[in-house]
């Protein structure tokens, strides 16, 4: 039982590290899930007998190494002359020859093969813009989070058929057209960069959203978008955008115990503080406040500051909007989208600024644009209430709650609709 | 590895392009394919006529069926191609990249699509 343990924990906290070497040195996907698989197989095998070792993750990557040099020096006598291996880079071109060399040595090799960080070349090839948006999000909990394709299926609420398929599909896709395992020049970093922290940021909404599902999987979902969301930081400190969305996380993770009372939504206005874990706001906090010295402030680092003014706020009341509004207005010069004029147009409302924030909001939604979007009915709902409007509040309730799809968001919708329509 | 890259561009803008467009494009092209041959990468191109001089031949049990037209009317028409032989994905797209698509921004793309390798017999035509 401690062994099985020991396994599953260096599973976890390894899979990324050892796969993406795997992937590098095999060329191949498959051949490096396949060496893993037994190198992991012969740990619960040995293990229990001569006892976990010292260092179990360098155990594992040096069993899987010998596990692929084996089956490739067994398909060589099978054919003349070996494939060419399309992920081999030239940066190290070591052979399964030279591999044997020092396999003897198989522990310092290890902790070698775990210095060369291929991670980052990982995570960029599983997000490459190429992948469809599923499938990099599929991909990237796979193979970085070590997560298996049934725990997928479960925190996408699909069929595990559906998820394996999704997985071969990517794979296939990357293999022939040719993605190429590595990190992106210097000329496309930042570009291939938000496309990492997209998916991260996906993933981590996954988890996050209120919807249906299994709370114990969203949970683990939210952890490993976190965890993840580390590792760019610590791959590629330069970039503030990193630190920026792992602030933004770590500072609505730290909320979520609030967020569901008795199976009911409760909005931020509403929840007990006290349930919100201060040790996280701080990190969050001190995160991005070290980073927006550097001054160059991007749509995460805004959100995570605004994410931050509310999660530092010891009361509703003490929640700083003037701040919140002006973080929006910059985040809309960035990102000008009818949502983010929503968000401005609401904290200008809350702010104290009614009939300016209620104008800026049907100004956000002008010509229909948000008619489809339950959220925009919703806030607009709420300012009319909070200006005693019920009327006209509860009729936008009304079309918020025909919009929703999610049951817990409908249930607290129509108990707003419920509270204005008696006070009209 | 060898990409062929499929320019898609819109015929009915393309046969209103001033001379100064088509002089900008035929610019684009040119340096495109000079760098590409000093680079050793191009294996090929060719433009094609506009899809009014299409035929499609579609064989049937009843034998062949015979149409005026690409096979499919689609907002934008394949226009031409380049095959390129370069590393990887990354550099098709960075070559995809420098490829004139229509006279306005935004106008035309490039569909990129890996070669699979077959067995050719000997004594192909050029």
């Given at each position: ?101 020092v396999i003897d040595e198989e522990e310092r090799e290890a ?283 509860a009729q936008a309730y009304g079309r918020a709650i025909e ?22 | ?96 990249k420098r490829i004139p698509t229509g006279c306005q921004p ?21």
């Amino acid at each position: 039982m401690e062994v099985q343990a020991a396994v599953e924990a260096v599973f976890r906290q390894e899979h990324g590290r050892i796969i993406a070497s795997l992937i590098r040195i095999s060329g191949s996907f498959d051949r490096a899930e396949e060496a893993m698989q037994e190198a992991f197989a012969a740990a619960l095998a040995t293990w229990p007998e001569r006892g976990v070792p010292h260092n179990p993750g360098a155990w594992i990557m040096a069993a899987a190494h010998r596990k692929w040099i084996d089956r490739s020096r067994r398909e060589r006598t099978r054919r003349d002359k070996q494939e060419a291996l399309r992920y081999d880079t030239e940066s190290r071109g070591d052979t399964g020859e030279q591999l044997l060399a020092v396999i003897d040595e198989e522990e310092r090799e290890a902790a070698n093969m775990l210095a060369w960080d291929d991670r980052l070349r990982l995570m960029f090839t599983c997000c490459h813009p190429a992948v469809p948006q599923e499938g990099q999000i599929a991909l990237t909990l796979r193979m970085l989070g070590g997560l298996t394709t049934t725990e997928i299926a479960k925190a996408f609420l699909v069929p595990e058929a559906t998820m394996a398929q999704r997985l071969v599909r990517v794979k296939r896709k990357i293999q022939e057209a040719g993605i190429p395992y590595q990190i992106p020049p210097a000329s496309q970093l930042a570009e291939r960069s938000r496309t990492v922290q997209t998916i991260i940021y996906l993933i981590f909404n996954e988890g996050y959203a209120a919807s249906a599902g299994d709370e114990l999987v969203r949970r683990d979902l939210c952890a490993e978008a976190i965890r993840l969301g580390r590792l760019l930081v610590q791959l590629l400190p330069d970039d503030p955008e990193n630190a920026g969305l792992l602030a933004l996380m770590i500072l609505h993770n730290a909320r979520r115990d609030g967020r569901v009372q008795d199976g009911k939504l409760v909005t931020l206005e509403d929840q007990d503080r006290s349930v919100w874990k201060r040790d996280e706001i701080a990190e969050g906090t001190s995160l991005l406040e070290s980073v927006l010295r550097r001054k160059c402030p991007g749509p995460y680092q805004l959100q995570g500051a605004i994410a931050a003014l509310h999660a530092e706020a010891p009361t509703p009341g003490d929640t700083d909007w003037r701040q919140i509004a002006a973080l929006y207005s910059h985040l809309f010069a960035l990102q000008p989208n009818p949502v983010v004029a929503l968000n401005h147009a609401v904290a200008v409302a809350m702010s104290g600024n009614w009939e300016d924030g209620l104008r800026m909001i049907d100004e956000a939604g002008a010509g229909g644009r948000l008619e489809r979007y339950y959220l925009f009915h919703a806030a607009r709902a709420d300012i009319l209430r909070r200006m005693t409007r019920f009327d006209e509040a509860a009729q936008a309730y009304g079309r918020a709650i025909e919009l929703a799809t999610n049951p817990l968001e409908r249930e607290f919708l129509t108990g707003r609709l419920e509270s204005v329509v008696s006070h009209r | 590895m060898r990409y062929l890259l499929l320019i898609y561009t819109d015929e009915n803008s393309t046969e209103q392009a001033t001379p100064d467009d088509v002089a900008r494009i035929s610019r684009a092209h040119s340096e495109t394919i000079e760098d590409a041959v000093r680079r050793g990468v191009l294996v090929g191109l060719d433009k094609l006529k506009p899809t009014v001089t299409a035929t499609t031949v579609r064989m049937d049990t009843s034998g062949a069926l015979i149409t005026d037209g690409p096979f499919a009317e689609t907002k934008e028409q394949l226009a031409g191609y380049y095959m390129i032989d370069c590393a990887d994905l990354d550099q098709a797209i960075e070559w995809a990249k420098r490829i004139p698509t229509g006279c306005q921004p935004g106008e035309g793309c490039i569909e990129i699509r890996p070669i699979q390798e077959i067995r050719k017999p000997s004594g192909l035509g050029k």
